[in-house]
């Protein structure tokens, strides 16, 4: 696989298109090439709308030719997942039920990407409804076996494959971060309500959060700058002052402190991930951090017994509501998913109400535990061992969600960064997560970790058709 444009993060494009070193329809049209050699096995895309992203890439040449200003995002393409509405372009959901549903209008995410001068590239795969247990159709780069992990594995898989510079995502256990982590890119769960939902097909209001994703940390940086913000139209979203995300890595660490939760999220995890991120957090030691082991038996039991219980509750019955007037079509849905939506059906109020006050109760501990131990973050693998092989008959991110979990229910700020590839060459994510409003400096501690190891530039090994044909066996 040659370099091309294709090959830079959204920082170095950025550089080169405003120092006319690079156009926007070289761009696009390199994205384009990698789609043609690569999506007929990654299979990334539900739909693709190249006349788009060209388009947008055209309008954003004309204007740094005439030396007009121009957004921030000016001719870049975009992965958008295929929950997030885009108007005039099918959205689909993954689902059957939604199989021809062209919408009217734009998320507010895309409509806030479009206004930075971004164009749309193409709607990547999610499981269906983003609650599907089966697999997806798209394939993890790294590995064509395996999964891309979900429910973003599509943008996720694209980014991987160089096809796109940028992606969409949504994340209500670990969407965003599970396939991060499993593809080697880099993502952001924020605070609920720092980016709008407007427009984006829900799952559980409760935690549902839509974010960006990129190969390198610093690009999520840039694009939550473009994309926080209050949105009178999501009734979660927040009037708070969009915080200053982080454009370089701050140069000295210096009394920062970082949780290790040893007996939540380190032990029975795949030993050669956690070497690999125990290694990448040396990055932070060098400048300053100080790593505290923190928790005991009887907390992370408590934890992963309580968050998944409280999780799942709370997530049945938020999908219920919002699938209600869709169930009279349950005979398009696949059987897994209309028996989960289902499952609200056998929750009381009362235990609703007990989930969410121990949601509460949660968030306050967790808050506690934080202040106790004067922690400004709190880090671990984001998944405990490799995507599971296509087909294996196993819930594709059953084993990883519980450590993804907690740090939904608790509301806090999460990000996975690549950390390295491990010895069988698959990636490795590393999660750090913060207090919601200490999200800026939470992406600082990314940005360091990424830049010091550089993980964002490797590549996954490129198979040729011929390999293609057999499974890269």
């Not at 193409?122 to 089966?134: I, M, P, Q, R």
């Not at 979203?237 to 000295?252: G, Q, R």
């Not at 608790?410 to 919601?436: E, H, K, Q, T, Y």
Request: hydrophobic share 40%.
């Amino acid at each position: 696989m040659t370099e091309d444009a294709a090959d830079l993060s959204l920082v170095e494009i950025l550089d080169q298109l405003n120092d006319r070193k690079l156009s926007a329809r070289e761009l696009v049209n390199d994205c384009l090439r990698r789609i043609e050699d690569a999506e007929p096995i990654i299979r990334a895309f539900v739909t693709q709308t190249p006349h788009l992203a060209l388009a947008a890439a055209r309008r954003a040449d004309d204007a740094r030719a005439k030396g007009l200003p121009v957004g921030p995002l000016a001719g870049i393409p975009v992965a958008v997942k295929d929950l997030f509405l885009t108007r005039g372009v099918l959205t689909t959901a993954g689902s059957r039920v939604l199989a021809s549903y062209v919408p009217t209008e734009d998320a507010a995410v895309w409509q806030r990407l479009t206004a930075a001068g971004a164009g749309l590239l193409g709607k990547t795969t999610t499981h269906e409804f983003a609650y599907g247990t089966g697999s997806s159709p798209t394939r993890n780069p790294w590995d064509i076996r395996r999964t891309p992990g979900g429910s973003s594995g599509g943008s996720a898989a694209a980014l991987a494959m160089r096809m796109a510079p940028v992606a969409t995502g949504t994340d209500t256990g670990g969407s965003l971060r599970i396939p991060a982590a499993a593809c080697g890119v880099s993502t952001l769960r924020s605070a609920i309500g720092r980016l709008s939902r407007y427009g984006v097909i829900p799952l559980c209001p409760s935690f549902d959060v839509t974010g960006p994703m990129a190969r390198r940390m610093l690009d999520v940086s840039l694009l939550m700058r473009v994309l926080a913000g209050y949105d009178v139209r999501d009734p979660g979203s927040h009037h708070a002052a969009v915080p200053d995300y982080p454009s370089a890595p701050p140069a000295d660490l210096t009394g920062v402190r970082i949780g290790l939760p040893i007996e939540m999220s380190w032990k029975e995890v795949d030993e050669r991930f956690a070497d690999v991120c125990r290694e990448a957090l040396h990055e932070l030691v060098t400048r300053g951090a100080k790593l505290v082991e923190i928790g005991t038996p009887a907390l992370a039991e408590e934890v992963l017994r309580e968050h998944d219980g409280v999780f799942d509750t709370i997530t049945q019955v938020e999908a219920l509501q919002i699938h209600d007037k869709l169930l009279p079509h349950s005979r398009l849905y696949t059987p897994q998913v209309r028996d989960r939506v289902q499952m609200g059906e056998t929750v009381s109020p009362e235990r609703y109400a007990e989930a969410l006050q121990l949601q509460a109760q949660w968030e306050s501990k967790w808050r506690q535990i934080m202040s106790d131990h004067r922690l400004d973050a709190i880090a671990h693998p984001t998944i405990d061992a490799p995507p599971p092989l296509i087909d294996a008959g196993r819930e594709p991110d059953g084993p990883h969600i519980r450590l993804s979990v907690p740090w939904s229910v608790a509301g806090f700020a999460a990000l996975s960064v690549p950390a390295g590839l491990d010895d069988r060459g698959l990636p490795v994510g590393l999660s750090l997560a913060a207090l919601p409003e200490r999200e800026a400096q939470l992406l600082g501690l990314g940005i360091v970790i990424d830049e010091e190891l550089q993980s964002w530039s490797k590549q996954p090994p490129w198979l040729p058709r011929a390999a293609w044909a057999d499974g890269g066996d």
